[in-house]
């Protein structure tokens, strides 16, 4: 997730807004585009299935392979990454 994402949605929070959802998505990535996705995405890439009910039944096989402790990490990272853009005032910051 990058910073400028993570400064998007301290702005919207600062104006009123209760959920990044809040706005339609034109376009724009969320965290699960930049973690989940790429781990449900890879094992399937190629393979063609014969039904939507194959499609879903592959996915949720694969998201059951994925620890809990993983999704965990993604959200304690991205709260540390949103505290800091909060700390920073949504101003411009580089790394960790």
Not at 40 to 56: A, C, H, N, V
Request: proline share 6%.
């Amino acid at each position: 997730m990058s910073n400028s994402w993570i400064k998007e949605w301290y702005n919207r929070f600062k104006d009123g807004c209760t959920s990044v959802d809040s706005e339609p998505r034109s376009g724009r990535p969320t965290p699960c585009d930049f973690w989940l996705f790429p781990k449900l995405k890879m094992p399937l890439k190629g393979t063609r299935f014969e039904s939507r009910e194959d499609i879903m039944r592959n996915a949720t096989a694969r998201l059951i392979t994925i620890p809990k402790d993983a999704f965990q990490k993604c959200f304690q990272q991205w709260r540390k990454r949103w505290e800091k853009c909060v700390h920073y005032q949504g101003d411009y910051f580089e790394g960790d």
